[in-house]
């Protein structure tokens, strides 16, 4: 769409800043006009986009979640206190576990029972150190309970069996009698659970068996048929077990492909609800190299075009489901993204460890952002990972605990859970980085459930701040995240280098205007 020039603001949709696409520049002292469309009628920006995703990988789950009953850093039922209360602050909408790689190398019976009865293996895909199962099942289920999320159970296709898959779900969510319930109940848990989601694999074109997409398929279909949820709640409608087949692999869609091409014509005795995507931010190159501190602007601008390129993956995935399946009864499931960087120096390289900074949060809001300008289809997301590992929420350290850059950005960002997306359009203007140009700006709003107008505001310019007008509105009021440089972190020592503060606006000129500083991200309610 061509620029509609209106003294030094121009309005252009948001979508061609998630395309990535090259925007005029905008004069530094120029205010970016942000028109929110509030009478159109969007697509619901689905909580689950919110999700985590807790692999049994370094200290992602053990140090990380679990420490155990007789531990004494301060736990319920060996779960830490101090994560828990961070996580529920977070209204955390469904928790993707065991993985991962993991996952295809997950055999749920060894993670039940006794603890000192459980299998001690080798994890294989992460780090090589030994992997008690003391975290199993009913420790995963009693942490979600704890957070008030959810649960995305990957199972095991890869090294599995469908009659292994079937049996744990039915363990899980089978009433009284039968006898798979009779041994939950003996373990601890009389009561069905509930699993909202079920993930048939995970990258099984890799490290889940490395199959070609027809024999995935044909897999795919076996499972489908034969994992069966049995609790009540579950079974018709809406609450019925969404159940998520592979698809894109960062640089092929033949599984997107196959998978609907036989979900198109599939009999009574299988379906599926959903298709995953999987993109990490990377910068070019792997194994992943970025460092995760200590880079520059360069550096930064590399991280941000690449993050922008989910919109394009997205497009390209919804184009081949919509072929398909073009009244979107499928959802796509990005259940793995985030920054992928090199790992911390001194650390087990396997155990992708990685510190988070301010270039996150913004990585985070912009990848969000995404997702709702693609509510229509994208309806499940898991940020990888919840702790420890990758872009976490939370990092610790023995008793010590602190809060991510990509934390606050996922607290800000709880108005937007369920709340009604709202067409923005926007000047996103341009910086430049060398010969690399990209946007300055990116703005998303939504309506909630009781009308309040939320906004979400990224200034992605590392360098400069900038004023946004929203026309219409008289009130602003919120929260900004920013930091001293685009690579400052939050440490153990320093907790609160990067933590979001008050932020508001100013009615002028039949609008309100918002100040936003530079390498920032803001949530803003607006009122008129």
Known sequence: ?????????????????????????????????????????????DKHIFGQFAEHLGTGIYGGVWVGKDSPIPNVRGIRTDVVTALKALKVPNVRWPGGCFADEYHWRDGIGPADKRRVQINTNWGGVPESNAFGTHEFMDFAEQIGSEAYISVNIGSGTAAEASAWIEYMTAEKDT????????????????????????????????????????????????????????????ARMKRIAVGWDSDKLDYTEEVMKAWSTHVYSWDIEGVSLHKYTVGGGWPPVRPATGFGNDEYALMIADTLTMDTLLKKQKAIMDKYDPAKKLLIAVDEWGAWLA???????????????????????????????????????????????????ILTDGSKMVLTPTYHVFKMYVPFQDAQFAPVKFAAGEYTVGDRKLPRVDAMAAKDKGGQVWVSLVNVDPDAGTSVMIPGFRSASGEVLTAPKVDSVNTFAAPSVVAPKAISGKAAGGGVTITLPPRSVTVVKVSK
């Open 1 to 45: 769409m061509k620029p509609i020039a209106k003294k030094f603001r121009t309005v252009l949709l948001a979508a061609t800043f998630a395309a990535g696409l090259s925007m005029p520049a905008l004069a530094k002292d120029a205010a970016v006009e942000v028109a929110i469309d509030t009478a159109t009628t969007g697509p619901v920006i």
């Open 179 to 238: 006898t798979l319930a009779k041994e939950r109940a003996a373990n601890g848990h009389p009561a069905p659970w509930k699993v909202p989601i079920l993930g048939l694999g995970n990258e099984n074109w890799g490290c889940g068996g490395a199959m070609s997409a027809d024999h995935y398929v044909e897999e795919m279909k076996r499972f489908a048929n034969f994992t069966r949820n049995f609790n009540p709640a579950q079974r018709e409608g809406a």
């Open 343 to 393: 790992p911390t120096p001194g650390s087990n390289p396997g155990f992708l460890q990685q510190q988070n900074s301010m270039r996150d949060g913004v990585i985070a809001a912009l990848n969000l952002n995404i997702f709702a300008r693609h509510a229509d289809r994208v309806k499940i997301a898991n940020i990888a990972q919840m702790i420890n590992v990758l872009q976490a929420m």
